[in-house]
């Protein structure tokens, strides 16, 4: 039977720390644990814009083969499940019709996570690791041209 591949470790690690720092503003904006009480109104309301906020900076809805994020992974950290996740992007148009203040929060949000430095130093080291790869790949390729243009110019010699 066919079974999809499926990450098993989750997001990288840039990303789960790019989530706590979303997680710790949007704490900060409201003054508590945006992921605490439940299923009161304000802490739902709070989690509607967590949710659009990753959404906005990792398309969560869009399906891509590869995702760096998934509505699974946002679940998981919520605590709940992608169905749950699903119905709080659905819903963040009609809370800020409904209250104003939530875009403007979100605006900040968005706005403060989007030159978030911790995606740009991971992408970099990344990066990094992949030149001194390439660069390791290069000197063994002079080697072995230098090792045989060595030998070559010892055969002309002894002829």
């Known amino acids: 039977m066919f079974e999809p591949k499926r990450k098993k470790n989750g997001p990288p690690s ?5 989530m706590e720092r979303i997680h ?5 904006e409201f003054g508590f644990n945006i992921m605490d009480g439940g299923r ?8 509607k814009i967590f949710a659009n906020v990753l959404d906005a900076k990792y398309d969560l809805k869009i399906s891509k083969p590869y995702k ?7 679940g998981d950290y919520i605590g709940c499940n992608h169905a749950t996740v699903i119905n709080l992007l659905r819903n963040f148009d009609v809370l800020c019709s ?3 203040r939530y875009q403007e929060i979100y605006d900040r949000v968005l706005a403060q996570s989007s ?4 995606i740009k130093v991971e992408s970099l080291t990344l990066r990094k690791k992949e030149l ?3 660069l390791e790949r290069v000197n063994q390729q ?4 230098a090792n045989g243009e060595e030998r070559q110019g010892s055969s002309e010699i002894t002829q």
């Open 14 to 18: 840039f990303v789960i720390k790019d």
């Open 24 to 28: 710790a503003m949007l704490n900060g």
């Open 40 to 47: 009161k109104r304000v802490y739902v309301d709070a989690r």
């Open 68 to 74: 760096m994020l998934t509505l699974n992974d946002v």
């Open 98 to 100: 409904w209250d104003p």
């Open 115 to 118: 030159e978030d430095y911790v």
């Open 132 to 134: 001194e790869e390439e």
């Open 142 to 145: 002079l080697k072995l041209l």
